[in-house]
């Protein structure tokens, strides 16, 4: 079981990179990195939205696996 939860984790983690990684810069620091350079065809796109569900969705699911590995290897 903690195996399980061990490559959940880790699934879950690289999916989480790649998902933040997507995500249009609001300025700042990824402005340096070519994020400034977006359209500015206005509003968040269904895209945009979608993959911040996504995201978000991702993240809890990853929340979980770290509770439950916590939980798992405290009692082991």
Avoid at 27 to 37: I, L, N, Q, R
Avoid at 39 to 56: F, H, K, P, Q, Y
Wanted: proline letters at 0%.
């Amino acid at each position: 079981m903690i195996a399980a939860f061990q490559i959940l984790l880790a699934i879950t983690s690289l999916l989480l990179i790649a998902l933040v990684l997507l995500h249009k810069g609001k300025g700042g620091v990824s402005d340096m990195f070519g994020g400034g350079m977006s359209s500015s065809l206005g509003g968040s796109s269904v895209a945009e939205r979608n993959l911040d569900r996504i995201t978000i969705a991702l993240a809890l699911v990853w929340t979980a696996a770290i509770v439950g590995l916590g939980l798992l290897t405290k009692s082991a």
